[in-house]
């Protein structure tokens, strides 16, 4: 928008605005044809965009592991004292239930361990 010398106005004035002129949409008639296909591209493009944000995540981890360097998952593991494992029998046996293998075999040594 070029302004000629009869247009400028003193500061402080505001030029008019130029109004502008929308569009007018329509409604389009849908058949029980058109509004099915309707239904099935909104799943597919759920599905195509829920893959697109499950990969994207996917890199951005990765790039952040690059950067920083990986993740480290230390698994410690605790030992029952002999004790706790014998309490835990008796008390097993004392309510009648099952007692499972790994805790007849942790039982055992105990039993081992103590009689020497």
Same mark, same amino acid.
């Given at each position: 928008m070029t302004i000629n010398k009869t247009q400028r106005r003193s500061y402080g004035t505001v030029l008019p605005i130029p109004k502008k002129t929308f569009p @007018?949409?329509?409604?389009?008639? @849908?058949?029980?044809? @058109?509004?099915?296909? $309707?239904?099935?591209? @909104?799943f597919k493009d759920s599905l195509v965009g829920g893959f697109g944000a499950g990969i994207g995540m996917n890199i951005a981890d990765r790039a952040i592991s690059s950067i920083f360097? $990986?993740?480290?998952?230390?698994?410690?593991?605790?030992?029952?004292s002999c004790e706790d494992i014998l309490n835990i029998y008796?008390?097993?046996?004392?309510? $009648?239930e099952n007692i499972p293998q790994s805790l007849q075999e942790k039982y055992n040594k105990c039993i081992n361990i103590e009689t020497l």
């Open positions: @007018t949409y329509q409604k389009q008639q @849908t058949s029980p044809q @058109t509004q099915q296909d $309707g239904i099935v591209q @909104t360097g $990986g993740r480290k998952v230390q698994i410690e593991h605790v030992d029952s008796k008390k097993a046996l004392s309510n $009648g």
